[in-house]
């Protein structure tokens, strides 16, 4: 009869789970680890246990380890709940789940949720649990993340790393370069500017190289500037050697 | 009775001739005669200076060196302990009759530990004994025994230090530190080892040196000996010469060859 109980009550908060939007989903559970998956952007593949590749027009490879069979996708996101917070996030991209018996599994959402709602979580979060966050909704096959990732850029409360690692994916992304350039003003700690200066070089357009020159010429900071200069080298775009050369002689 | 005198006239020249060589097979086979600790004491060149146990200042122009061997602490630190001009005194480790390890300093010597050796001797008869370190010793000790052979107050050790450089047959680290000491011996004989950012300008200007030896050698080698021969800014001039010392390319010792020349 106890038994019979359970079961009801586990099928009705099932039911009530289902039908609920995905940040309702997940903040329903009080405790445990809430599991979901969703669809890779093309590019993305993993080996399931941590590490990631994305062989996109700018390719980047994550992975720390040695080159394994690359599994493209979905991404699988872990995020631990105690008493009704969430405390941690994990993401792997490829393999399967080998849950425990207290994990819900709310098993494939759309990507584009997920994302919206990991870069939401993100503001708050600190550590591998934010860089897991980021990168997850990074790999997800959403539409336009661009407002989200600005969003956490300029979020004062968000960690510097965090910050870093968004603006990192907006240069990643499809986002127009000049999105990027307007950013600049925005990026108030070192930290940020400084890491603008190499996220702009990843980009290797005309514009690109017109902003960095920009920040060589103009930041305030002489640390900046050299390393919008350092970068502008890194980038062998003949208009970056010519203003690098110009500096030596005139 | 002629033929006497030019025989021995012909021996006494080619003594003189031998006779760096012979100094240093001298030095070198006393250092070496018996395991253990030696130090070498030598006469440095007159503007060098250093406490005789941890630093040395004004090896190049104004450059120091640290041979971390003395404690360094707050109140008595190192840089506020006076710098005695010379003598030079290389303290060399001597196993299986070979030198395995050299340390060097400048300034007051120390009383001799009572397992160390002492060997004082003049300074051109260091500096070939070192060059035969530099040009023949193992890795490590051969590029230790630069810079001795630098403070010392001999012949200039560059015309050494570019063959060295440009052996093929001597390791790779020796011949990068050979280099890197050229690089820097060329910035002083040029005036320019003291040359610092002065300004904003300047600043940006030697970024942009380092900069450009960031690139691939392909690129980066020309580009610095272009401004190592011809930029009108000294910090950039100095900047470019360091940064070929440290590409490890052959180009940089015809470089060097040729600016020591000036």
New interface residues.
Partial sequence: MRIAAWLAAGALATTRLAGQSLPGRIDAVRDGRVLMTFAARPGVCGDGRGGVWFHGSRATNFSEGKRTPCIAGPVRVAIGRTDEQTVSVRQWVGGSWSSGGSDVDLGEVAPSSAAHYLLGLAHTLSGTSADAAVSAAAFADADDLSPDFMRLIRDGTASIETRKLALFWLGQSDAPTADLIRLHDSLEPFALREHYTFVLSQRHEDAAVDALIDV?RHDPN?EI??RA??W???M?EPKATKF??D???? | MHRTVRSLSLLATLLLACAPAMRAQSLGKRVTASDGLVQVVFPSRPTVCGDGRSFIANVLGRSNYYSGNGSYSSRDGWSDRPCVNGPARVVATVIGHDVTRLSTYVGPVPAAQADMRTVTTAAAEASTWLGDLVARAGGRVASDAMLPLVLADAAAPWPLLLRVARDDNRPRDVRRSALTWLANGVNDHLGIADSRDES??D???T??????S??PKTESVP?LIE?ARS???PA?RRSAIFWLGQTGDLRAADVFAELLRQ
Avoid: P
């Fill in positions: 060589v002489a500037r050299k200069m350092f502008l080298g890194q062998k690098i050369q500096i030596l002689t005139r | 904003d300008d600043e940006m200007r970024q942009a040196v380092f900069v450009l960031q690139r580009e401004i930029a009108k800014h950039a």
